[in-house]
């Protein structure tokens, strides 16, 4: 059964940092882009950053600079350090992999506020 658990996420005060994990079993995913998606309270879900398998980055405008997103294909691992956090960036924050259908986590909860 294949499977994609997010953790690390929780409670941090603006300028603090964060970071994810997404663990992915039942199948290697090394081969294949790799997403992070986010969605805000009241907003549709957005594509916050993805990692081609030969480690190519892309990010949208308002993390470029504070966010990475990485990946250990050994571990099938999928990660995404967030520094510099802002009250904007708070959602749910999932992972997913387009293979030959879309695989999606539960998500984890990040929390930016005083």
């Known amino acids: 059964q294949v499977q994609l658990v997010e953790s690390g996420g929780g409670l941090v005060q603006p300028g603090g940092s964060l970071r994810l994990s997404c663990a992915a079993s039942g199948r290697d995913f090394s081969g294949f882009t790799m997403y992070w998606h986010r969605q805000a309270p009241g907003k549709s879900r957005e594509s916050v950053a993805y990692?081609?398998?030969?480690?190519?980055?892309t990010y949208i405008d308002s993390v470029k600079g504070r966010f990475t997103i990485s990946r250990d294909n050994a571990k099938n691992m999928l990660y995404l350090q967030m520094n510099n956090l802002k009250t904007r960036d708070t959602g749910i924050y999932y992972c997913?992999?387009?293979?030959?259908?879309?695989?999606w986590g539960q998500g984890t909860q990040v929390t930016v506020s005083q």
């Open positions: 990692i081609t398998p030969g480690g190519a980055t």
């Open positions: 997913q992999v387009v293979a030959e259908k879309g695989y």
